[in-house]
């Protein structure tokens, strides 16, 4: 597209980062000191983090699956003094025998105290070679030893329930990147906060440089073509799915939880309804009746328990992991249809396994959620992208029919979605194809809340009734007051912290502010747009349920977006994998609960 500028992996050279670290034998010395001088200031972020003692996000006091999980790593500070050594023997010789010095200062002292040691060591280090750092070398160093660190962290957690023995230096630094992720809780708040009016932040600053109201917005829009080639997009989709199914079962490997205890919060209530169900002799009026907010969720988990015979229990893990799998599978389709890209929806597949709907979700075992999803991504991709004709308009008036009865919440949130884009279509285009499709929609979704209260013989409440009331009663002045003590909360202690992923958090903020810069169809982002607009109540609920708002954002979507927008591709990188090794971690620490609920 003319002026348009296209972001796609054609625009690195090839080979990216490491090209440029052996670039020629002359650099190889000074490139080895800025790294060594990197991976000295990651230690000394862990120290810093150490003595700041913040709330780890395991909050609640738990036994960790390392035993090293509240102990210091007593090397840290040694190994910080030494990494500058090369560095200050190419820069400033001089210093290099003081290090001598520091470290047998710190001998006598205790690791607080060696902590402070190292950190003025290190100052004094960076004072007096200011002038000959390059801090943009550095910064890429400092970037490519993370990305390292984390990559050896998440194989790490790959493969510990299979590993023979306890390896003591691995799960110390895997300690140090829990430390490092308590520390970027506030960073990870402050993107929850800012996403429901993320959309309009661009929009301000602009107006601001332009000091002019009725100035225009120059967007400088790209085509996102994603940050893999088609060779990485075929492999990557499958690695996604293999990753949700191993993520939902990780926290039942032996290792993690030789008991097999039910980790998911939600499981035994759901387990108490499903052995109601199986007992009753007329199974379908029983969900209808009792379960009258979700009967076909229960329904299919009452079918899923028939079809294999498995316990109760057991049905419920392994409903997890598919619906886990199709919701992986469900943004993958979303993103093709809004991107019509296989790299995009391949990245968008990768990076749900690594969002919070899986932390979150596995842990509450929110899986009457996650079912719901997987319909609205479907509903929503078909709505966007398929054209005109019989099969588009059975299949949107069946799943906008089902939906509600899986889970009236998310059906709710994303009708609004949807009547917004296609009443904004509407006014642009005035063709009555998008009227026709919200009809179907709203239309049948009334008809499922007819057809819910019938089946149930007029016990219990509708499924969009019961969404509705619960919406308008807990909007409030109070909950606007109460709105930072409640997202303090939130990142610290419910949902087990799982929800505090910052670095996956900073990519949905990133994806949502620079929609106003990406090349595509309007609908499409006028879609994007309002599933941010539907946020807006979270200021006024209480944190539990505007938290769930939150959950049900396509945030796969704008954390793919978030990653293309970057022109530093080794920063996309290092929030993508920084992203993923939290819901590892999240998941290691979730198989060492016993019964949650």
Known sequence: ????????ASSNPPGGLFSKFFKHPGSLIP????????LSLVAAYVSIMHLASPRIFFAVKRVSVWEFFRMSWEPLPFLGVILTIPFLVLRERRLAAASILALGLMLPFNYDARIVVYLCWLLLVMLLTRRSIDFNELLRMLSASTLFLTLVIIIHLVSYPFQP???????????SWVRLYATLQPLGALCY?????????????????????GAKVNTGKKILQGIFGERASNILFPTALFLSIYLSVYSYLPRLNPELAPTGVDILSYAQKLVEINKSRDPVGFAFANCSDRPLFYLSLHALNRLTGMTVIQTLEAASAIWLTGLVASYYFLSLSLFNSRSMASLTALLATAGIQVSVGLYSSYQANMAALIMVNILSGIVLSWRE???????????SFLVPMFHPYTAVQYFGMLSLTLLYAFWRSRSLSFLKTLALILFSALLSNVFTSLMAYGHGSPPLTSAANVATRLISLDSL????????????????????NSAYLVLTLHGLTSLLRVEM????RVFLTASSLTLLPLYAMDGLTGSRLFLNLPSPVFSAVGACMFKNRSLSGLLIVLSLCF???????????TAPA
């Open 389 to 399: 004709g019989f099969l588009k308009n059975m299949l949107v008036s069946a799943l």
């Open 31 to 38: 490139r080895l000191a800025y790294l060594t001088l990197s």
């Open 1 to 8: 597209m003319p002026g348009a500028e296209r972001v796609d």
């Open 193 to 213: 906060v800012l996403t429901p009016i993320g959309v309009f932040i661009p929009l301000y600053f602009q107006k601001l440089r332009s000091r002019s109201l």
């Open 583 to 593: 819901n590892l971690q999240a998941m290691c620490n979730l198989g060492a609960l």
């Open 481 to 500: 007051l109460r709105f930072t003590g409640e997202t303090l909360f939130l990142f610290t202690t419910l949902y087990s912290s799982f929800i505090a």
């Open 165 to 175: 023995f306890e390896n003591t230096i691995l799960s110390l630094l895997t300690l």
């Open 521 to 524: 169809e309007e609908t499409r």
